[in-house]
T-cell receptor
Framework: GAGVSQTPSNKVTEKGKYVELRCDPI?????LYWYRQSLGQGPEFLIY????????DSGLPNDRFFAVRPEGSVSTLKIQRTERGDSAVYLC?????????????FGPGTRLTVL | AQKVTQAQTEISVVEKEDVTLDCVYE???????LFWYKQPPSGELVFLIR??????QNEISGRYSWNFQKSTSSFNFTITASQVVDSAVYFC????????????FGDGTTLTVKP
C-alpha cells in the first residue's frame, strides 16, 4: 500500500514569508506526527494528532508554528514569519494508533530552506 | 524525561566485517518501547525493529540482531557480514507508555561500509 507522502519535497523561501507543508498519512492510520531534523541530528518531536485533535504540541518551538488536521487524515504544518533557523527537514509520520507501542512510519520529508 | 544516547557518531568498516551500534536510553516509565530506524542517503527513515520493555529476548533477522538489556538500559544493534548497502545513518528511538506518541531519537550513528 501507499506510504506516507509529503509535499513539497523541497521548499525555498525568503525570511519573513509564510509556508505550508503537507502530509498525507497511510490510509487507516489515526495518529500523525511531525518532526524536525537538523543536519547531523535525530528527528525532534514537534506535535502529534490523534484523529483531528492535537494530542501533544509541546515540541512546537514557538507560536510561529501551527499544525492542523481538520478531517483526521491530511495534515498541514504552517510556519509564519519564517527565520533562517527554521531551515531543516520536516518529517511526517503516521501510526495505527497513538500508543507508544505502535510503530511510526515516516514520509520522505520536506527540506525547507529559508534564505 | 526520556533520553537516547548514541555515543558513536561515525563508524567505518570494511565489507564483511561485523559491526555493533550502541544505544543507551533513560526513562522513568516501567513500560516503554524501543526502535531502530535506518536512514539511507536518500533520506527516508526506514523502520527496522520495535522492542517492548517487558520482552528482553534478543532478536535475529537475517544479518541483523538486537541485544536488549534492561539492566544496563541498552539496546544495541549488530550487523553481521556488513555490506556496502548497509551504509546509512542509524537511529535508536524511545517511546514511553505514559507519553504516547512522543518518540525521542538519538543523534544517530553514521555507518560507512567500504568495499
Amino acid at each position: 500500500g501507499a506510504g506516507v507522502s509529503q509535499t513539497p519535497s523541497n521548499k525555498v523561501t525568503e525570511k519573513g514569508k509564510y509556508v505550508e507543508l503537507r502530509c498525507d498519512p497511510i490510509s487507516g492510520h489515526t495518529a500523525l506526527y511531525w518532526y524536525r531534523q537538523s543536519l547531523g541530528q535525530g528527528p525532534e518531536f514537534l506535535i502529534y494528532f490523534q484523529g483531528t485533535g492535537a494530542a501533544d504540541d509541546s515540541g512546537l518551538p514557538n507560536d510561529r508554528f501551527f499544525a492542523v488536521r481538520p478531517e483526521g487524515s491530511v495534515s498541514t504544518l504552517k510556519i509564519q514569519r519564517t527565520e533562517r533557523g527554521d531551515s531543516a527537514v520536516y518529517l511526517c509520520a503516521s501510526s495505527l494508533t497513538s500508543g507508544g507501542r505502535d510503530t511510526q512510519y515516516f514520509g520522505p520529508g520536506t527540506r525547507l530552506t529559508v534564505l | 524525561a526520556q533520553k537516547v544516547t548514541q555515543a558513536q557518531t561515525e563508524i567505518s568498516v570494511v565489507e564483511k566485517e561485523d559491526v555493533t551500534l550502541d544505544c543507551v536510553y533513560e526513562t522513568r516509565d516501567t513500560t516503554y518501547y524501543l526502535f531502530w530506524y535506518k536512514q539511507p542517503p536518500s533520506g527516508e527513515l526506514v523502520f527496522l525493529i520495535r522492542r517492548n520493555s517487558f520482552d528482553e529476548q534478543n532478536e535475529i533477522s537475517g544479518r541483523y540482531s538486537w541485544n536488549f538489556q534492561k539492566s544496563t538500559s541498552s539496546f544495541n544493534f549488530t550487523i553481521t557480514a556488513s555490506q556496502v548497502v548497509d551504509s546509512a545513518v542509524y537511529f535508536c528511538a524511545l517511546s514511553e507508555n505514559t507519553n504516547a506518541g512522543k518518540s525521542t531519537f538519538g543523534d544517530g550513528t553514521t555507518l560507512t561500509v567500504k568495499p
